[in-house]
């Protein structure tokens, strides 16, 4: 996988592209994201069930991935069964 391929959930309306990856499993609502949309819908995880916000930026602690939703959906985005975070914004520099 590169930077730039879009991914679609296989459990939720989710869809990111792929900014920075690492080579693990990319997920959403615990089910793994791929290239295009299954016929049939896997079941939600309750302990991915946070949902993902449209425009936000997703990253892991070492900051191997990066993800920008597309789409939101009902499920939270994992990486092998880890949790990612919103990406802060950097502050802008103070004009005096």
């Known amino acids: 996988m590169k930077p730039g391929t879009r991914l679609k959930?296989?459990?939720d309306d989710t869809e990111v592209m792929v900014i920075r990856t690492g080579g693990g499993t990319i997920e959403s609502g615990g089910a793994p994201m791929g290239e295009a949309k299954p016929a049939e819908l896997a079941p939600l995880s309750p302990d991915f069930s946070g949902g993902s916000l449209?425009?936000?930026?997703y990253v892991d602690a070492a900051g191997a991935y990066e993800l920008l939703v597309v789409k939101p959906?009902?499920?939270s985005l994992s990486v092998d069964g880890v949790a990612l975070v919103v990406k802060d914004a950097k502050p802008l520099p103070a004009s005096d």
Do not use: N
């Open 9 to 11: 959930s296989a459990a």
């Open 54 to 57: 449209m425009g936000k930026r």
């Open 73 to 75: 959906g009902k499920g």
